[in-house]
């Protein structure tokens, strides 16, 4: 059993700076991507890094501001987030590809997610 664990998330005013992190648990043998889901919005895919971390998929609203990373020694999955904005406030989680093509970003291709960690940048 693979399970995911988030932490990192705070209060921001629009233009700082947050770095959130994922740590596996269990046997790493996927992708791990990052998603948010804000209140009555559906989840939706930020970032996403394949195991062996040659690549990265980014959705179009972050791309440039976003960063995701990996330490596989430490089994630990990164988000880095700069020039925040509003927008951004959500309920931030990591998750296992489970199916899909290698640069899905829909949240119904992963699961396993962790318990969340919250996100708020305030105008």
């Known amino acids: 059993l693979v399970q995911h664990a988030e932490s990192g998330g705070g209060s921001v005013q629009a233009g700082g700076s947050l770095r959130l992190s994922c740590v596996v648990v269990?046997?790493?043998?996927?992708?791990v991507g990052w998603f948010r889901q804000a209140p009555g919005k559906e989840r939706e895919g930020v970032a996403t890094?394949?195991?062996?971390?040659?690549?990265?998929f980014y959705a179009d609203s972050v791309r440039g501001r976003f960063a995701i990373s990996q330490d596989k020694a430490e089994k630990m999955v990164y988000l880095q987030m700069n020039n925040l904005k509003s927008d951004d406030t959500a309920m931030y989680y990591c998750?296992?590809?489970?199916?899909?093509?290698?640069?899905?970003?829909?949240?119904?291709?992963?699961?396993?997610w962790g318990q969340g960690t919250q996100v708020t940048v305030s105008p």
């Open positions: 269990g046997y790493w043998y996927s992708t």
């Open positions: 890094i394949t195991r062996s971390g040659s690549n990265t």
């Open positions: 998750g296992a590809q489970l199916r899909g093509d290698s640069y899905s970003l829909r949240a119904a291709d992963f699961g396993q």
